[in-house]
């Protein structure tokens, strides 16, 4: 597991090379004297060319902050950040053109024809017309929306209008393609058709995904996730690699004494159960044989009983004290602020 420090080399098939997202020592500070506030503490990772990077972490753990000073939308307090070979303090404009933005709200205009909105994106980022509309069919054609390119975007469904947006963000080939909450309101269909899209373009074009969601379905497809905390990264690493480390079988359950059935866990097998709301959970080798004897022992009433192999729920849990399903989407509320801000016109 890497924590707070840069890792060497890309984990995926062995891949070595120059990352394309550096971040060295952040840290961000709001205010000054005794009343500044600390959102981002001394954080460091690395992101490498083609890879899926995923950032998860409860509302105010410092995501949107971070990712915020990568778009170069705030300025760091200390540390050295790099994206696409660019300082973000000294060459803004160029990180800038390097990347593409996908906020969870909406940043198109329902106005206008899709094919008008990226013309539009390609006059800001000062994209040649015949280039433009080369690209465009190309990612139109491969999001399936070539054949709706002349409608206006108010007559989409939200799943055409996030395959748009992600088109609009690739149409000046960038490097890094941020993505925040990229499937947020979307049926499970087509939550599952953006995420096909997406990684079909990671495979075409070669972009690097860098991602938010507090979906963990959707955090299965990064080749990486760092898990933050109180703005500290808590944990580094691949998804397999993170639910290793919870060990065994999670064992969930309701009794009517929670509290004893507490008591008599740590007393019987010298294990701890951490509270969850109404339930108990519990890590152990052998859930499948755990279970039964745990039912028969226990002086308490089992009301349920669940035994399942470790998610990424579950190693959120264990690093952070709290279930990611039970926060709120994401700490976005900034950010969504600078989508509209960065929906239209030059960067």
Known sequence: MVTGELATTSPMSGREGAPVVEVEGLVKRYGKGDGAVTAVRGVSFAVYPGEVFGFLGPNGAGKTTTISVLCTLLRPTEGTIRVGGYDVVRHPDDVRRSIGLIFQDPTLDSQLTAQENLDFHAFAYDVPAEEARQRGRHLLELLELWDRRDDLVRTFSGGMKRRLEIARGLLHRPRVLFLDEPTQGLDPQT?????????????????????????????????????????????????????????????????????????????????????????????????????????????????????????????????TGRAIRDEESSDVDSMRQFGRAWGGGRR
């Open 191 to 319: 939550r599952g058709l953006i995420w096909r899209y997406l990684l079909g373009l990671r495979q075409s074009d070669g972009v690097t995904l860098f991602m938010t969601t507090h979906y963990l379905d959707e955090a299965e497809h990064c080749d990486r996730i760092a898990i933050i905390d109180h703005g500290e990264i808590v944990a580094l690493d691949t998804p397999e690699n993170l639910k290793a480390m919870v060990g065994g079988d999670v064992v969930t359950l309701r009794t009517d004494d929670n509290a004893l059935a507490m008591c008599e866990i740590r007393e019987r097998w010298g294990r701890e159960a951490q509270v969850h709301g109404p339930e108990l959970r519990l890590e152990v080798e052998r859930g499948d044989e755990f279970v039964p004897e745990l039912v028969r022992t226990l002086t308490p009433r089992v009301e349920t009983i669940s035994v399942n192999r470790p998610t990424l729920d579950d190693v959120f849990l264990k690093l």
